[in-house]
Structures are given as structure tokens and as C-alpha cells.
């Protein structure tokens, strides 16, 4: 089984991108994609059996392929990634990346890579996190204000433009847990948002 696994952190970022790249890394193998997985806005930092690819690495098999855009797609921190590749390694399944252009195998130059690829990533994500609470900072020593103003309100909600959904689902008898669960918010979203129309 060959799985194309894409991972991004917000919504803003783009899925396809990702896609393209797995399925021209897939063809310079000369391997066809059998299912892709996806985790879609949500943090590398969670566990792998908090996403998708819990369920990848519970069913992998030897022989099987993982295809990913980096190897950072995997996870956030160090011993994470290292931790996923000693599985991938131990069924004998291989983890390729397109912008890494790593190949996962059961060699001592794969292990020192991924340590490498791994090390670098979080360091990299180590020093952005430092320098932007450096930058927050020096704004707020000069006064600046971070953020928005205390008891301003949000000029958009999440459910604009959803407002004849509601309208009809609650028209047709539906409870505002039913509809929060169709348009995947809490029962305090819908409240708030019906409150505040």
C-alpha cells in the first residue's frame, strides 16, 4: 500500500501544493498513490494517534510506502519524528519526502538523516518562536498594544454568510446542538451567533 500523507496547520495553507508534489515524487518512483490521508488543520505537536496517521501506522505493513511533502509533515518535535521512522523501519515500511528528498531505509546514513532533517526543523521553529517573542517585546516596551483591544469585538464570526442554513435547520425543527454538529462548532458558537442577529 503506498499512502500520500498530508498534513497542514491551518486552514490558510495549501493541501494541493502538497498533493502535487507527492504525486510527482510518486511517479519519479514509478509507485502509483493508493489512498491519500490528510489532517487538515491540525498541529504536527499532536500525537500521532491524536491524527490520520495514527491509523496509517497501526495498519502499515512491510513493504508498505508513506509519501509526505517533509519530513517535518510527520511532527513537530524531534523524538516524535524519530519515533515514527523506528516504526516505519521496524515493519519494514519506507517513508519518502519530496522536499527533503529522503528515503527511509534501514541504514545507519537513513537514521543520521532523519536525525538531521528532524533536529534542524525544531531548532529552525525554536528560533521563529524566540524572535517573535523577542518582536512582542520591543512593542510592548514601546507601548504599542498586542493584539485587539480589551472589550473590542470580532467585526467577523466564524458562521457569516451560514445565516440561511441556520434559519432553514432550525425552520425544519432542528436543535441548535444538531445544527452546531453539522456545521462543526460548539452549542456556544451557535448561541452566541444566533444572539447575536
Do not use: W
Not at 504525486?23 to 504536527?44: C, H, N, Q
Not at 464570526?157 to 434559519?167: P, T
Amino acid at each position: 500500500m503506498v499512502y500520500g500523507y498530508i498534513r497542514v496547520s491551518t486552514d490558510k495553507q495549501d493541501c494541493e501544493n502538497q498533493k502535487l508534489g507527492i504525486d510527482a515524487k510518486a511517479r519519479v518512483l514509478g509507485i502509483t498513490i493508493d489512498k491519500y490521508v490528510e489532517d487538515a488543520g491540525i498541529s504536527g505537536v499532536k500525537s500521532p494517534n491524536e491524527r490520520a496517521l495514527g491509523g496509517v501506522l497501526r495498519k502499515l505493513q512491510r513493504g508498505d510506502i508513506i509519501i509526505c511533502s517533509e519530513i517535518s509533515r510527520l511532527g513537530r518535535k524531534l523524538f516524535m519524528i524519530m519515533g515514527i521512522l523506528e516504526h516505519c523501519m521496524k515493519v519494514g515500511a519506507k517513508v519518502y519526502t519530496v522536499k527533503d528528498n529522503y528515503e527511509l531505509g534501514d541504514n545507519i546514513q537513513s537514521k543520521v538523516l532523519a536525525f538531521a532533517f528532524a533536529l534542524s526543523a525544531e531548532i529552525e521553529r525554536d528560533l521563529i518562536s524566540q524572535r517573535t517573542k523577542e518582536a512582542m517585546a520591543r512593542r510592548r516596551a514601546c507601548g504599542l498594544y498586542i493584539g485587539r483591544k480589551l472589550g473590542a469585538r470580532n467585526l467577523h464570526h466564524k458562521l457569516d454568510g451560514k445565516e440561511d442554513i441556520i434559519k432553514s435547520m432550525l425552520s425544519q425543527g432542528h436543535s441548535r446542538r444538531q445544527i452546531a454538529k453539522k456545521l462543526k462548532v460548539s452549542p456556544t458558537t451557535i448561541n452566541t451567533f444566533l444572539n447575536k442577529t
